[in-house]
């Protein structure tokens, strides 16, 4: 079995676990976890591209999220537009968004624009609670559902789950091929990216704008799955949230964040005890993380896996086409061959009698 057979088989298991997972969890709570975490991989899954490829240290993705979140029920709520076109207009707008927030803050150094983007998110903030007529103020704003049959948890967490496939999918593309290369080659040094060619402005805005897509869209999902929505539901320690299952995840990988993301959402909701303690626990794993794994929790599982579980990696035998070989061979011999004293005297006669002409 060659590795792209065994790596088949475990997107297979890991789909279908993923796709039963409504019929095998009795508890509606935990289905509501995990369609919050589907949610909330939608937008890491995008920022990741930012922050762990490219280096971009962005901080105030909340602000995008909230955006999209709005847009949706403003459309669906004030103008009753369907909710299919309702989506999509979130996650044109949060591309929008941050097309135009990186176009001027992308120039800067990466702390400085790690400021323009709290900075952003407190704007966003407080133009929420400034337009009461559009936004409901502090007092907030339902959120219709979607139509039958992603109207009931299990359908949302399907709608979620087909969601983030979607960004996964495109992510991933992304990263294995030269856009990828581009990415990383940025983040590790602006000056051999450019000595290559790379047009690091571009590869940085575009990268930007695709992460806001992704926040304006899981705006849209986070929005349906609170039904009701108000600026407090998007404060700035969910941003931070967001960055932190990068960090601890692991950047420069797919499957590190989303680790990070499981690990950081699901724990203080499903133990009680550290519910009440979630920002203490954040800070202490972060903590952790940073001292004594700074390559993530992923890489941890990376090398459990190739200790346990290595790919036998099949060698690939080249044949060398001897005929053509000994072709060359025998030119190049041909082409070096020392001239004889007759063919040297007579070039030099050549010589003589041109230059006499």
Excluded at 11 to 20: D, E, I, K, N
Excluded at 146 to 173: C, E, H, K, R
Excluded at 207 to 212: D, V
């Amino acid at each position: 079995m060659n590795i792209l057979s065994k790596t088949n088989g475990r997107f297979m298991v890991m789909a279908a676990v993923l796709l039963t997972l409504p019929f095998w969890v009795a508890n509606p709570y935990h289905l509501h976890i995990a369609t919050l975490i589907g949610t909330y991989w939608v937008l890491i899954c995008g920022l990741n591209l930012a922050v762990g490829y490219a280096g971009i240290l962005s901080i105030g993705h909340v602000a995008l999220l909230s955006i999209g979140a709005y847009c949706y029920a403003i459309l669906t709520g004030h103008y009753d537009i369907d909710p299919w076109l309702a989506t999509a207009c979130s996650a044109l707008l949060g591309g929008v968004c941050g097309f135009f927030l990186g176009l001027p803050s992308l120039r800067l150094p990466g702390f400085y624009f790690a400021m323009a983007t709290i900075a952003f998110a407190m704007m966003a903030m407080e133009f929420s609670l400034a337009q009461d007529g559009l936004t409901g103020g502090g007092a907030g704003l339902p959120v219709p559902s979607f139509p039958a049959p992603f109207d009931t948890p299990s359908g949302l967490y399907w709608l979620v789950l087909g969601f983030a496939a979607l960004i996964s999918w495109l992510s991933w593309n992304l990263v294995r091929f030269m856009w990828g290369r581009a990415l990383i080659s940025v983040r590790d040094s602006h000056v051999a990216a450019a000595a290559v060619g790379v047009p690091i402005f571009t590869i940085k805005l575009s990268i930007f704008t695709f992460s806001g897509v992704a926040a304006g869209l899981a705006g849209a999902l986070f929005a349906t799955l609170q039904s009701y929505i108000t600026p407090e539901t998007f404060v700035f320690e969910l941003s931070l949230f967001f960055f932190v299952c990068i960090v601890i995840g692991g950047r420069g990988s797919m499957w590190g964040p989303f680790i990070g993301t499981i690990i950081l959402a699901a724990l203080p909701e499903l133990v009680g005890a550290l519910a009440q303690w979630g920002q203490f626990f954040y800070g202490t794993l972060l903590l952790i993380v940073v001292l004594l794994i700074p390559e993530g929790v992923g890489s941890v599982v990376s090398m459990i896996r190739e200790k346990f579980w290595p790919e036998r990696r099949e060698k690939q035998v080249v044949s060398p086409d001897l005929p053509r070989l000994i072709a060359a061979i025998r030119k190049d011999k041909q082409a070096q061959k020392p001239v004889t004293p007759d063919e040297g005297s007579a070039m030099q006669s050549l010589v003589r009698a041109r230059g006499g002409d």
